[in-house]
């Protein structure tokens, strides 16, 4: 069964919102994991649009379960991971005008810079995924890279239109996983992940780790933190 990571970001997203100190991530993260949420995510950005630098150094004193932190693969970002040191390193790419991230890392483009961030992280004791699209010639860059995992972008199959295009994009999935497992790496999976669309996903062979933030946040706000953990854990854990 996988395990479940919730991102909290958009807590920090409604916070910011006012410029204010509510709602707090940080306690968002401890309502979670009370819920049943395996590890906690959060995307520091490097225009720090929701998560701020305060919020990641509390949660390191704070968080019982995995921390994930999401970042680009830029100098600022890694300094402060290795002063932080989580417990693993997502490196994503991030566009200053996006809403959300679009797609996946491209290692190809990007392998030196990729390849010496997983090294000075990894020298540091932290584990590092690369977040990439489910191409198996990204996956075979980010092996050369030498992560421990990948989280492989499951958007096309979230944002499938019809019955027949998500079993496509399904399918697409389930063989570029079958593809990292070959290579020697963990999976995880996420993006646009929901109560809907998430069993699916959950099922597939080897899956460690899906991390899942929006659907999980927007539950929430209707029926508290750790009731909407629980149900979304419920659903991974079939």
């Known amino acids: 069964m996988p395990a479940l990571g919730v991102n909290i970001d958009h807590v920090a997203t409604v916070r910011q919102a006012r410029l204010t100190y509510e709602p707090d991530p940080v306690w968002a993260a401890v309502l979670a994991e009370l819920g049943g949420a395996d590890g906690i995510t959060l995307h520091l ?63 190809i483009a990007n392998a030196e810079r990729v390849s010496q961030c997983v090294h000075r992280l990894q020298q540091a004791g932290i584990e590092v995924s690369l977040f990439i699209d489910p191409d198996p010639a990204q996956i075979e860059a980010s092996k050369k890279a030498g992560v ?50 998430v069993t699916p996903v959950a099922l597939i062979p080897h899956v460690s780790e899906l991390n899942i933030g929006h659907s999980i946040i927007s539950r929430a706000v209707l029926v508290g933190m750790e009731q909407a953990v629980r149900e979304m854990k419920a659903l991974v854990n079939i």
Do not use: C, W
């Open 148 to 197: 421990h995992a990948v989280e492989l972008h499951t958007g096309r199959y979230a944002d499938a239109s019809s019955a027949g295009e998500q079993e496509q994009e399904l399918s697409i999935l389930e063989k570029a996983s079958a593809f990292t497992i070959e290579q020697g790496m963990k999976l995880h999976m996420g993006h646009g992940l929901t109560y809907r669309n």
């Open 45 to 107: 950005r490097e225009d720090r649009r929701h998560i701020q630098d305060h919020d990641l150094y509390t949660m390191k004193k704070t968080v019982q379960v995995k921390l994930n932190l999401e970042m680009a693969a830029e100098e600022e970002m890694t300094q402060i991971a290795l002063d932080v040191r989580p417990d693993q390193v997502s490196l994503v790419p991030e566009k200053r005008e996006e809403l959300t991230t679009e797609g996946g890392l491209n290692v």
